[in-house]
């Protein structure tokens, strides 16, 4: 994130290890909202994995995303 003429410029990115899905968001606001900012954004993205996302092939059971119900 930067700040750029006193707005807040957030860029978030996910994608699997080997790169075969690759998910972005941007979002803009005031600074002091940065943590909602934050939050909206993961919110926007975590629909679009799932339990094995960021596991490597070979590494199965290292790497978990919890999903808060």
Do not use: M
């Not at 690759?22 to 994995?49: H, S």
């Amino acid at each position: 994130a930067k700040i750029v003429d006193g707005k807040l410029h957030f860029r978030g990115l996910i994608s699997r290890p080997d790169g075969t899905d690759l998910f972005e968001v941007v979002r803009e606001g005031a600074p002091q909202d940065a943590v909602t900012i934050g939050k909206e954004a993961g919110e926007y993205l975590l629909p679009n994995i799932d339990e094995g996302f960021f596991i490597v092939p070979g590494q199965e059971g290292q790497c978990q995303v919890k999903k808060d119900s």
